[in-house]
């Protein structure tokens, strides 16, 4: 049976004319393994569609065949927690990639690369204490405006994202940037450890979209909300509801969305500098 590339949920628009409750078609978000003879080199977070082409792309531009005809077979197998693109090679290919296992260094660039198994990818996470630190309706609407004057290499190259470390009444505090979005969540979540912030004591704002990796990263740092200027996909606002993580998206200056716990964002005024 063929999966949803989207879903249709509930969300709590928040604008200075009032609140009012809002319907977004927001992208799935599947784990697939790329399988080559028999085993897993790769699992990519993908949108659950057009899987054969997908599977094909990821065959050649990283080294796996040099044309798709060298793909023998080709299967796209599902399982409860994810699927499987399942590929069986021609036999000179079949040939290198065990060559090729013996010396592999783990591929860059996606923030599950390189995980062997789907359970791997949808790991169970610990659920947030209640209560915590609170943000005002204002400091979460400006939260991504504020982290816009923490990005001094997007301001050079207009091609990096950004995370930073917001704390009530006081702004952002810390920020990290990367060409990855993954990257810069672990950028800032190491620099706060090593400087002995607790992660708990703020929120985590990013410039990016939320999903399951950056749902699973900040709650794994112990951080109670997250707020972004893009949309979460829906498996990452169901993780993000299941772990106790206050989830607010499309954070644009005005208003933002609510998709999981709203209890920490407080009506209310609080200046930040």
Known sequence: MARAPSSSLLGLAVAPEGQRIVAR??????????VFEGGTQAVMMATPQDLE??????????????????????EIV???????ARMWLAKDRSEALQARRRSMMGPVGCGLCGIDSLDQALRDLPVLPEGGTALTYAEVAGATEALRGHQPLHDQTHAVHAAGFLVAGQGIVMSREDVGRHNALDKLIGALLRAGITPATGAIVLTSRVSVEMVQKTVIAGAPILIAVSAPTALATRMADDAGLTLAAFARGKGFDLYAHPARIEDGETDVA
Request: aromatic share 8%.
């Open 25 to 34: 078609n927001l992208p799935e978000e599947t784990p697939v393994a790329m």
């Open 53 to 74: 082409d997908f599977a094909t792309g990821f065959a050649v531009t990283e080294g796996f065949v040099a044309e798709a005809s060298e793909i023998a077979e080709l």
């Open 78 to 84: 599902e399982h409860e927690r994810g699927l499987e």
